[in-house]
Protein backbone atom coordinates (compact mmCIF):
# COMPACT_ATOMS: atom_id res chain seq x y z
CA UNK A 1 0.00 0.00 0.00
CA UNK A 2 1.35 3.72 -0.65
CA UNK A 3 0.16 6.64 0.18
CA UNK A 4 1.41 10.17 1.39
CA UNK A 5 0.06 11.40 5.15
CA UNK A 6 0.79 15.22 5.80
CA UNK A 7 1.29 15.48 8.57
CA UNK A 8 1.90 11.60 9.44
CA UNK A 9 -1.11 10.45 11.41
CA UNK A 10 -1.00 6.75 11.52
CA UNK A 11 -4.51 5.26 12.78
CA UNK A 12 -4.00 2.14 14.74
CA UNK A 13 -6.92 0.32 13.65
CA UNK A 14 -6.46 0.60 10.23
CA UNK A 15 -2.89 -0.18 9.69
CA UNK A 16 -2.62 -2.65 7.63
CA UNK A 17 -1.43 -6.40 8.91
CA UNK A 18 1.78 -6.68 6.96
CA UNK A 19 2.29 -3.44 7.75
CA UNK A 20 2.34 0.23 5.60
CA UNK A 21 4.53 1.39 2.99
CA UNK A 22 4.83 5.62 2.57
CA UNK A 23 7.27 7.90 0.29
CA UNK A 24 7.00 11.23 -0.98
CA UNK A 25 8.29 14.41 -0.10
CA UNK A 26 7.06 17.23 2.32
CA UNK A 27 7.32 21.06 1.35
CA UNK A 28 5.92 22.50 4.57
CA UNK A 29 8.75 22.60 7.57
CA UNK A 30 8.29 20.08 10.57
CA UNK A 31 11.33 22.01 11.66
CA UNK A 32 11.10 24.32 15.11
CA UNK A 33 14.28 26.23 15.30
CA UNK A 34 15.27 29.00 17.63
CA UNK A 35 15.79 32.74 15.67
CA UNK A 36 19.51 32.87 17.11
CA UNK A 37 20.68 29.45 15.53
CA UNK A 38 20.06 30.87 11.86
CA UNK A 39 19.11 27.46 10.21
CA UNK A 40 16.61 26.93 7.20
CA UNK A 41 14.68 24.33 6.36
CA UNK A 42 15.07 24.19 2.57
CA UNK A 43 11.81 22.05 0.84
CA UNK A 44 11.25 19.30 0.10
CA UNK A 45 11.81 16.90 3.44
CA UNK A 46 11.99 13.09 1.06
CA UNK A 47 10.68 10.19 3.21
CA UNK A 48 10.14 6.38 2.65
CA UNK A 49 8.82 5.32 5.48
CA UNK A 50 7.65 1.73 6.39
CA UNK A 51 5.38 1.26 9.27
CA UNK A 52 4.31 -1.80 10.94
CA UNK A 53 2.67 -2.56 14.44
CA UNK A 54 3.96 -6.24 15.69
CA UNK A 55 2.99 -5.95 19.20
CA UNK A 56 2.51 -2.77 21.02
CA UNK A 57 4.68 -0.43 19.45
CA UNK A 58 4.61 0.75 16.34
CA UNK A 59 8.02 0.52 14.09
CA UNK A 60 9.10 3.04 11.43
CA UNK A 61 12.12 2.36 9.04
CA UNK A 62 12.56 5.43 7.46
CA UNK A 63 14.69 6.58 4.53
CA UNK A 64 14.72 10.34 5.15
CA UNK A 65 16.55 13.38 3.12
CA UNK A 66 16.20 17.01 4.61
CA UNK A 67 18.21 20.20 3.63
CA UNK A 68 19.21 22.92 5.52
CA UNK A 69 21.02 26.41 5.32
CA UNK A 70 23.19 27.66 7.94
CA UNK A 71 25.44 30.06 9.46
CA UNK A 72 29.12 28.28 10.13
CA UNK A 73 29.74 28.95 13.60
CA UNK A 74 33.11 29.82 12.78
CA UNK A 75 33.16 32.29 9.84
CA UNK A 76 29.33 32.64 9.61
CA UNK A 77 29.39 31.91 5.85
CA UNK A 78 25.95 30.94 4.57
CA UNK A 79 26.21 27.05 3.96
CA UNK A 80 24.09 24.32 2.65
CA UNK A 81 23.50 20.68 3.86
CA UNK A 82 21.51 17.63 3.54
CA UNK A 83 21.10 15.08 6.06
CA UNK A 84 20.18 11.68 4.24
CA UNK A 85 19.44 9.00 6.53
CA UNK A 86 19.59 5.01 5.53
CA UNK A 87 17.09 2.57 7.10
CA UNK A 88 16.88 4.43 10.74
CA UNK A 89 15.00 3.02 12.95
CA UNK A 90 12.40 4.27 15.12
CA UNK A 91 10.05 2.64 17.59
CA UNK A 92 6.85 4.04 19.60
CA UNK A 93 4.22 3.09 22.07
CA UNK A 94 1.00 2.73 20.86
CA UNK A 95 -0.72 5.43 22.87
CA UNK A 96 -4.33 5.76 22.08
CA UNK A 97 -6.16 5.44 18.31
CA UNK A 98 -3.46 6.90 16.45
CA UNK A 99 0.19 8.88 16.63
CA UNK A 100 1.31 11.35 15.33
CA UNK A 101 4.91 10.52 14.03
CA UNK A 102 5.55 14.08 12.42
CA UNK A 103 7.88 15.36 15.51
CA UNK A 104 9.82 11.43 15.73
CA UNK A 105 10.66 12.42 11.77
CA UNK A 106 12.44 15.74 12.88
CA UNK A 107 13.74 14.84 16.11
CA UNK A 108 15.63 11.51 13.87
CA UNK A 109 16.84 14.06 11.39
CA UNK A 110 17.76 16.76 13.99
CA UNK A 111 19.88 15.24 16.22
CA UNK A 112 22.15 14.06 12.57
CA UNK A 113 22.47 17.90 12.13
CA UNK A 114 26.06 18.66 13.64
CA UNK A 115 26.34 20.32 17.18
CA UNK A 116 28.24 23.43 15.62
CA UNK A 117 27.97 23.34 12.06
CA UNK A 118 31.20 24.38 10.27
CA UNK A 119 31.87 25.36 6.18
CA UNK A 120 33.17 21.68 6.90
CA UNK A 121 30.09 20.38 6.64
CA UNK A 122 28.79 21.97 4.00
CA UNK A 123 27.46 19.63 0.89
CA UNK A 124 30.09 22.00 -0.91
CA UNK A 125 32.88 21.88 1.24
CA UNK A 126 35.27 25.43 1.83
CA UNK A 127 37.83 25.99 4.21
CA UNK A 128 36.18 29.09 6.86
CA UNK A 129 37.79 32.33 5.87
CA UNK A 130 38.17 33.47 9.60
CA UNK A 131 40.51 35.07 11.98
CA UNK A 132 43.88 33.28 12.48
CA UNK A 133 43.89 35.35 16.02
CA UNK A 134 41.36 32.53 17.43
CA UNK A 135 43.06 30.20 16.64
CA UNK A 136 44.31 29.22 19.61
CA UNK A 137 40.72 28.16 19.94
CA UNK A 138 40.46 25.01 18.29
CA UNK A 139 43.23 23.23 20.20
CA UNK A 140 43.41 18.96 19.82
CA UNK A 141 42.21 16.99 22.52
CA UNK A 142 45.90 15.61 22.93
CA UNK A 143 46.85 18.93 23.40
CA UNK A 144 44.32 19.93 26.00
CA UNK A 145 45.22 16.59 27.91
CA UNK A 146 48.53 17.46 27.96
CA UNK A 147 48.46 20.76 29.44
CA UNK A 148 49.23 21.17 32.55
CA UNK A 149 46.39 20.83 35.22
CA UNK A 150 46.74 23.83 37.83
CA UNK A 151 44.29 22.27 40.48
CA UNK A 152 46.92 19.47 40.74
CA UNK A 153 48.69 20.33 44.03
CA UNK A 154 45.24 21.25 45.35
CA UNK A 155 43.83 17.81 44.91
CA UNK A 156 46.46 16.21 45.93
CA UNK A 157 46.54 17.75 49.19
CA UNK A 158 43.14 16.92 49.66
CA UNK A 159 43.41 13.07 48.69
CA UNK A 160 46.47 13.09 51.06
CA UNK A 161 44.97 14.82 53.75
CA UNK A 162 41.57 12.29 53.07
CA UNK A 163 44.22 9.39 53.40
CA UNK A 164 45.63 10.22 56.92
CA UNK A 165 42.40 10.99 58.40
CA UNK A 166 41.30 7.62 57.46
CA UNK A 167 44.72 6.46 58.82
CA UNK A 168 43.62 7.73 62.47
Not at 6 to 18: S, Y
Not at 21 to 30: A, K, P, R, T
Not at 44 to 56: F, K
Not at 97 to 118: M, R, S
Amino acid sequence: MSASIEPWNINHHELPADGLYLEGEVNDSIFTFRAQDNIEFIAPLYYELEITRPQSDIEISANLQASFNYDCVRCLKNSRITITLENSQLCEPVQGHQTDITPFIAEEIILNFPDNPKCEHADTKTDCQWDTNYEHQEEDEESIKNEKNPWKELEDMVTTSSQEQKKS
